[in-house]
């Protein structure tokens, strides 16, 4: 939504424009500025009319200079310095109209507002809060912090404003829908589910939350009622953007309660999209085939160009399906041209999402197992197996399985393969806490793709969290920044380094960057965002922080400890009577 647009909600509030409103008897030098304030404005609506903006600013600015304490007048700038895309003036004359009126609420949410459209979020909240305390009553402040929490992904904060809002306006149900989404957004998919059932019950034509509301009973695995709700949006939606996602959930949905073939067909229909898209449908029907035994229906789908190793697995279990010879269309697996790590992401981990995390890594591991004891050997395969067990938090398994893998008598030893084995051990090891193992196999991968962004930024968080060669770990998440500035997880990489350093300031800096900067919100920034402001002596906002990460994540392992912690130490540490000492923290995840 356009800034304007946004002040247009809240500002029903100062009716015609005049040019002084002081009131009140004047002498003549106060009679002198109401003319001249005149003029400026008079000349300003004229050069308005005429499209000369720039023009007309510049009477308006000449004419708010000449009556300073007319409230009107300078919001009347600020919607021209907005219409030119001048946020910098825009603020200058927020600042000036709250001055003139510091009891106006209405201006305080204005000037909020605008301080969001310059990223300056502390003073955005600060200007909204104090609007909110001037007009408890007034929705339109919990609407505008909404806003800004939404926009600083602030998701856990958003939420709370959200249940606020639905104090005043219990029966609005685009809001309960908002709410709804935002929990989901969160992983909180129960409440997610009541709240968008709230929605529909009281307006039924919201086709957007029946959807997410299928998505959320997906996740919640209450398959039926996942089915009933994407179907309905299928039928009843007018998006006709949204409903090849709805369709293929709808598929998975289906495939889940036992209804494959029509999962298949459904799947079918989806052709023609992008080649992406295209390959996971081909790959998910495949799938769906083999899994009902139709390995005949399944060999007449041709494996698409964009899954080269997914393709290749699962033509060969057809063929096995079948009664055929398969042993030699596996034999070259590891020589094929294609990004496994991305074909895992794009294929087992989404089928793994959409029909059912168990079942479906089940049937892979059954049948890597038996091929496997077949006397099949690939490197491929062994990355598959493994990146299947890590998905169920096999770690032990995955691990010992990845190293035999490397072992492989006759394998390269710089293959894109061996590259990604190397990653998934240190994953691997870095999930069991054997940091030794995971630093040596982050460094031979880091051999194999010096330029990864990805594995430098993985090696210096790594030293951060164990607090050691924080020099060295510094200058490899520097390098990572300079591949990849807007990244969020290196940001709070960065100001995880800070921290360990004691830096309270840079540490909470780049944190927060990188709350703003991730694609959600986060617990562990949260969680890291709060030992930062304890760092810093701040204890009221480390204790804000730290339950907006157990909101986002009610499991996360140590968080409430430290909130009760200091709600029963805090007013000593703010009085200053004992060192600030940070609780220890856990490892990310």
Not at 41 to 52: F, H, N
Not at 68 to 94: G, H, Q, T, W
Not at 202 to 225: H, I, Q, S
């Amino acid at each position: 939504m356009r800034i304007a647009a946004v002040l247009l909600l809240v500002l029903p509030l100062w009716g015609c424009v005049s040019a002084t409103g002081h009131g009140g008897s004047k002498g003549v030098a106060g009679a002198d500025a109401d003319a001249q304030a005149m003029g400026h404005y008079l000349a300003a609506a004229m050069l308005e009319r005429q499209g000369r903006f720039e023009e007309a600013v510049t009477e308006l600015r000449k004419s708010s200079d000449a009556a300073p304490k007319s409230p009107s007048l300078s919001i009347k700038l600020v919607f021209a310095y907005l219409r030119l895309n001048d946020l910098e003036n825009a603020r200058i004359m927020c600042d000036r109209a709250v001055e003139a009126s510091p009891d106006n609420a209405q201006m305080r949410i204005v000037q909020g507002v605008v301080y969001q459209e310059l990223k300056l979020y502390d003073e955005a909240l600060n200007a909204l809060r104090e609007a909110i305390r001037l007009a408890p009553d007034s929705t339109d402040a919990y609407e505008a912090i909404f806003r800004l929490q939404e926009s600083t992904n602030d998701l856990a904060g958003a939420i709370d404003m959200c249940e606020k809002l639905l104090e005043f306006q219990p029966k609005n149900a685009r809001l309960q829908m908002q709410l709804g989404m935002t929990l989901a957004r969160v992983n909180d998919s129960k409440n997610a589910a009541a709240t968008l059932e709230r929605a529909l019950e009281t307006d039924p034509k919201l086709t957007e939350a029946r959807f997410v509301l299928g998505l959320v009973y997906l996740d919640l695995n209450e398959n039926a009622k996942a089915v009933e709700q994407l179907r309905r949006y299928t039928t009843e939606a007018d998006d006709e953007k949204e409903k090849p996602s709805a369709k293929e959930n709808l598929a998975g949905a289906l495939a889940r309660v036992g209804k494959r073939g029509e999962a298949v067909t459904l799947l079918g229909e989806l052709s023609g999209g992008d080649e992406v898209s295209d390959a996971q449908h081909a790959i998910e029907r495949i799938y769906l085939l083999l899994r009902e035994g139709r390995s005949a229906d399944a060999a007449e789908i041709v494996p698409p160009n964009g899954a080269p190793i997914f393709g290749t697995l699962l033509r060969a279990l057809v063929r096995k399906q079948k009664g055929e010879p398969y042993t030699a269309v596996l034999e070259s697996l590891d020589q094929v041209e294609g990004e496994i790590d991305q074909e895992c992401h794009d294929f087992l981990l989404k089928m793994m999402s959409l029909f059912g995390k168990d079942d479906t890594a089940g049937y892979f591991l059954a049948a890597l197992s038996d091929l496997r004891k077949e006397g099949v050997r690939s490197r491929c395969l062994d990355m598959i197996e493994g990146r299947t067990l890590m998905a169920l938090e096999r770690n032990e398994e995955a691990a010992k399985l990845l190293e035999g893998s490397l072992k492989i008598p006759g394998a390269a030893p710089n293959t894109k393969a061996t590259r990604w084995i190397h990653y998934y051990l240190a994953s691997a090891y870095e999930t069991l806490h054997r940091f030794p193992e995971a630093e040596q196999h982050l460094k031979a991968s880091l051999e194999l793709e010096p330029g990864s962004a990805e594995l430098l930024n993985f090696l210096g968080y790594m030293y951060a969290e164990q607090n050691v060669k924080l020099a060295e770990a510094e200058t490899l998440i520097r390098k990572a920044l300079e591949i990849d500035p807007e990244n969020g997880a290196y940001q709070d990489s960065l100001g995880w380094v800070y921290y360990r350093k004691g830096d309270a300031a840079n540490a909470i800096k780049h944190i927060r960057q990188a709350i703003i900067a991730m694609p959600n919100d986060d617990s562990v920034l949260r969680d890291h965002l709060g030992d930062a402001y304890l760092l810093r002596g701040d204890v009221d906002q480390a204790l804000l922080e730290w339950r907006h990460a157990l909101r986002l994540d009610p499991k996360i392992k140590g968080v409430q400890e430290k909130i009760d912690a200091h709600i029963i130490a805090g007013v000593a540490i703010r009085s200053g009577e004992r060192d600030l000492v940070p609780l220890p923290l856990r490892a990310r995840s």
